[in-house]
Nanobody, 123 residues
Framework: QVQLVESGGGSVQAGGSLRLSCAASGYNYWMAWFRQAPGKEREGVASIDSLGSTTYADPVKGRFTISKDNAANTLSLQMNSLKPEDTAMYYC????????????????????WGQGTQVTVSS
């Protein structure tokens, strides 16, 4: 039932900012952002649950902020102080269960995925 559509990706200079959005349909308990660079595994970036509890991967702490608008059923990722290492395809993910059996930044915790939006950070 859940469909996810990302937007907001693009190219930005190092040190700049981007804001990603994910429009969701259907109920979800967990929502998260993942990213995957070519030749690399998909990694969790940030997650948020229905109570607003957030989790961040170490490389983005202090630079990225995840948030959601429950009324609009939209997930956002504000990315500041971007680095070339942040270059990746960014994916929105969601799951309806409060307890998935996996940590909130693990791929297997999420049943639903968007198609991704590309973020490119130039040096």
């Amino acid at each position: 039932q859940v469909q996810l559509v990302e937007s907001g990706g693009g190219s930005v200079q190092a040190g700049g900012s981007l804001r990603l959005s994910c429009a969701a349909s259907g109920y979800n308990y967990w929502m998260a952002w993942f990213r995957q660079a070519p030749g690399k595994e998909r990694e969790g970036v940030a997650s948020i649950d229905s109570l607003g509890s957030t989790t961040y991967a170490d490389p983005v702490k202090g630079r990225f902020t995840i948030s959601k608008d429950n009324a609009a059923n939209t997930l956002s990722l504000q990315m500041n102080s971007l680095k070339p290492e942040d270059t990746a395809m960014y994916y929105c993910a969601a799951d309806t269960r409060p307890y998935t059996g996996y940590g909130p930044l693990r791929r297997n915790a999420y049943k639903y995925w968007g198609q991704g939006t590309q973020v490119t950070v130039s040096s």
